[in-house]
Nanobody, 120 residues
């Protein structure tokens, strides 16, 4: 089965930087989009950044100019987070829209999440 595994979370001081990585594995024919979402305690999960197969990127207004999503290789995307703020504290989830098999159509997958904590 397809798996998305996040890494790179941790504790960082406000103003600092952190780099998250999402690695996809399993039977994957093609990846249409890969994205990062986050969910803070008591809040809904929200999209942070999305990158398409063509390289187009979209960012949430709250992180624009501070975060950068990039494709490391065909199966991996990173999220470079700079100028971190306490309000960035959340569990960050990797998400992908992909085709897991030939003629399988498009499906969505989620990673387990990685905790990012930004201290004041």
């Amino acid at each position: 089965q397809v798996q998305l595994v996040e890494s790179g979370g941790g504790l960082v001081q406000a103003g600092g930087s952190l780099r998250l990585s999402c690695a996809a594995s399993g039977s994957i024919v093609s990846i249409i989009t890969m994205a990062w979402y986050r969910q803070a305690p008591g809040k809904q999960r929200e999209p942070v950044a999305v990158i398409s197969s063509g390289g187009t990127t979209v960012y949430a207004a709250s992180v624009k100019g501070r975060f950068t999503i990039s494709r490391v290789d065909a199966m991996t995307v990173d999220l470079q987070m700079n100028s971190l703020k306490p309000e960035d504290t959340a569990v960050y989830f990797c998400h992908s829209r992909l085709s897991p098999a030939y003629n399988a159509g498009w499906e969505e997958y989620w990673g387990q999440g990685t905790q990012v904590t930004v201290s004041s």
